[in-house]
């Protein structure tokens, strides 16, 4: 490999307070709310981000940044064109993992489970909540599909404001939200020489059962 592309030397040191069983709650999803509530606090514009990982039905796996929208004891939801190749990996292999890192805390969330869609009536409810250029956007766009120019999208949003001068932008049938039903949680706290602590929760006759995984 050439110097360019030589990265061996580039480190971080990782400084935060360990991460103990006892810190632990029984719940996962009240452990990820508390992390999330901590991360809302220090960086509330990325602290929703997470890495949606899916594969399709011969096992290749896409990856992509997208946006958690609400959560509970149900599972993990976001909203997207089911026609995009997340929506097409799904319909293949409804399975996903989601991960969420925090920098300045250097903490990891990766959550693993089945993916249902959610109902018409909760796509349509959210997407009405969207600003209306999101809307717009997403109304025009057959998202993950190859398009000739960006001109021809700009002109498609043209059109669509041109049609919709209200923004009452109608919510396409194709657009929606999914929701991943966990069966396991990893919870990752950095530490330092990368002794690092990682706690797993695993779904064990509808039981959450914690262990320590080594770094």
Avoid: C
């Avoid at 609400?70 to 939801?77: E, M, N, P, S, V």
């Avoid at 969207?130 to 960006?150: T, Y």
Wanted: aromatic share 12%; charged share 25%.
């Amino acid at each position: 490999m050439n110097k360019q592309g030589d990265l061996t030397a580039t480190r971080r040191e990782y400084i935060a307070n360990g991460l103990n069983k006892s810190d632990l709650q029984n719940d996962p999803v009240s452990q990820f709310a508390a992390w999330m509530d901590e991360t809302l606090q220090v960086m509330p514009d990325d602290a929703t981000s997470m890495t949606l990982a899916t594969a399709n039905a011969q096992g290749m796996p896409s990856a992509r940044i997208v946006l958690l929208k609400h959560f509970d004891q149900q599972g993990f939801a976001w909203y997207t064109d089911f026609r995009s190749q997340k929506g097409d990996d799904l319909a293949e292999n409804p399975q996903a993992e989601i991960l969420f890192y925090w920098y300045p805390f250097e903490r990891q969330v990766r959550i693993q489970g089945k993916v249902v869609k959610l109902s018409s009536e909760q796509g349509k409810k959210y997407f009405n909540q969207r600003p209306v250029g999101s809307r717009i956007s997403a109304a025009v766009s057959h998202q993950s599909h190859p398009v000739k120019s960006r001109e021809i999208l700009e002109n498609a949003v043209e059109q669509m404001e041109q049609a919709h001068p209200e923004g009452d932008i109608p919510h396409p049938d194709y657009w929606g939200g999914y929701m991943l039903i966990p069966s396991r949680f990893e919870f990752w706290q950095g530490r330092e020489n990368r002794l690092h602590d990682r706690f797993q929760y695993n779904l064990v006759n509808g039981e959450w059962v914690v262990q320590r995984l080594q770094p």
